[in-house]
């Protein structure tokens, strides 16, 4: 079946360090792919996404690039605020049929001053 | 508003008891979807509404759990016979077809 797997955190970063948060997914077919983000307090929304292999999303300094020979999404900022601090999701969706996300398990990112 | 509404915020209940969760989706939006969020576990897919066709149902949990979607727009989340394992937060998200997914602040339930 379609799962992601992303790291685990949590994970801790000091003020403008570099930022990676893997992903890597199993699907049938090319999914579209998605990092979705869950601030203290608010609710999930969507940072960025990518459809097709190669594809770079970005968004707010983030970004990530559909790997299809490595099935992976990885997240990356080259440097981190305060404000970053957040719950990372990995998701993907499947062309066709039932077009439901499947995500990761998040990943929560401490940044500190 | 203009977001995906969700009530009530939080729901308290004894084990046993039933429990129904509302979701206003985004007006027009054909596509709305409830998922669980538990700690630790991150965001399990419950069920999927698309326009008229018949719902994905593959991610409820048991028989206990139904939900519908009245006039193509509100959807009820009902949880019979509530158990322990059944505290998260449920969370409802619309979309149009082909664009983003937009998420309510979630219900968060908790079985006493």
Redesign the interface.
């Known amino acids: 079946g379609n799962s992601v797997t992303q790291m685990e955190g949590p994970v801790t970063l000091s003020e403008e360090a570099f930022l990676t948060i893997n992903c890597t997914y199993t699907a049938t077919g090319y999914p579209s792919l998605f990092w979705?983000v869950q601030y203290p307090g608010?609710?999930?929304?969507?940072l960025l996404?990518a459809t097709k292999a190669d594809d770079k999303g970005s968004n707010k300094g983030f970004e990530a690039t559909y790997r299809k020979e490595t099935t992976s999404f990885h997240l990356e900022k080259g440097s981190v605020q305060v404000s970053d601090s957040a719950v990372y999701?990995c998701?993907l969706r499947t062309q066709g049929g039932?077009?439901?996300?499947?995500?990761?398990?998040?990943t929560k990112l401490t940044v500190n001053p | 508003g203009a977001g995906v509404s969700q009530s009530p915020s939080n729901k308290v209940t004894e084990k046993g008891k039933d429990v129904e969760l509302r979701c206003d989706p985004i007006s027009g939006h054909t596509a709305l979807y409830w998922y669980r969020q538990s700690l630790g576990q991150g965001l399990e897919f419950l069920i999927y509404f698309q326009g008229n066709s018949a719902p994905d149902k593959s991610g409820l949990p048991s028989d206990r759990f139904s939900a519908e979607r009245t006039g193509g727009s509100v959807s009820t989340l009902t949880i019979q016979r509530t158990q322990q394992e059944d505290s998260a937060v449920y969370l409802c998200a619309s979309r149009f077809v082909g664009e983003k997914l937009f998420f309510g602040s979630g219900t968060q339930l908790s079985v006493l």
């Open positions: 979705y608010e609710g999930l929304q969507l996404k999701f998701a039932s077009e439901k996300l499947v995500f990761g398990k998040g």
